[in-house]
């Protein structure tokens, strides 16, 4: 059972459970995941509720799709113990520990503490919308895998323009195995392709962009085949590694 964190280390944990990696560089991959709550964006097609609450939802066995509701913000103790537990019950089948969210570097504090000891069971999967630069110079050598999913305007539907941010996290994350997500829709243009690639490119071309199909509220992609090959063509223009990757996840049925 989770215990509850001292109040020098909260961190509020949406669901742990055992899951297939459904994006990115780690498509395919089973991992640990642990999500946190809360996010400094609010994307249109999030289908996450980060809302914080005092409830954190624990998978009852690793892959069941059952959960059991403990009392939050939890500790390091408690998380590592099952993060433990599992990797001892399942042994070789999880790759790394995903900590995603909502947007886990609102925890960067406490992550730094957190992720010296989890890294001693599993390496470290960061997921981030890429926008706090100054969050991951905190925690970025326990990370040894960084996705950064980059906001496009004609999906995420940010009134913000991110661009100037992705760039200074992109050059943060430069040497941690980082690697650049984007959502795409049928709205989406050559133009949002092309900021894309200058920040890529203003960084290392070689870096790995893969362009995820968004996926509609009843399941269905919202892009035609057309259009998306169009723009991966684009990127694959001024990029050495692309690749079109829809969320796996949701075509297995998985969480």
Not at 2 to 29: C, H, K, N, T, W
Not at 33 to 58: A, G, H, Q, W
Not at 179 to 186: A, L, Y
Not at 193 to 212: A, E, R
Request: with cysteine; charged share 20%.
């Amino acid at each position: 059972m989770l215990q509850r964190a001292i109040m020098s280390d909260p961190v509020y944990i949406s669901e742990l459970f055992s899951s297939i990696q459904g994006e990115g560089m780690l498509a395919g991959r089973r991992q640990i995941f642990v999500r946190l709550m809360e996010c400094n964006l609010d994307c249109r097609y999030c289908d996450t509720d980060f809302e914080k609450s005092d409830i954190c939802r624990l998978e009852s066995k690793p892959g069941s799709g059952e959960f059991i509701t403990c009392p939050q913000p939890v500790s390091l103790h408690a998380i590592s113990s099952i993060l433990e537990e599992w990797r001892l019950l399942l042994p070789g089948v999880h790759h790394s520990i995903s900590f995603t969210g909502g947007e886990p570097l609102l925890y960067a504090d406490a992550l730094a503490e957190w992720f010296p000891e989890i890294r001693k069971i599993l390496p470290i999967h960061l997921e981030t919308n890429g926008t706090m630069h100054i969050a991951l110079r905190k925690v970025k050598e326990f990370v040894d895998f960084v996705s950064m999913d980059m906001k496009l305007p004609s999906t995420a539907g940010c009134t913000e323009h991110l661009w100037d941010l992705h760039a200074l996290f992109l050059q943060e994350a430069f040497g941690s195995n980082v690697s650049v997500k984007i959502v795409v829709g049928e709205q989406t243009t050559a133009g949002e392709i092309q900021q894309v690639c200058d920040v890529i490119t203003s960084v290392d071309l070689s870096l790995p962009l893969f362009i995820q199909p968004v996926t509609l509220p009843d399941g269905t992609v919202g892009i035609s085949a057309a259009h998306l090959l169009h723009l991966q063509g684009l990127a694959s223009s001024r990029l050495s590694d692309v690749r079109v990757i829809p969320q796996m996840h949701r075509l297995l049925g998985a969480l």
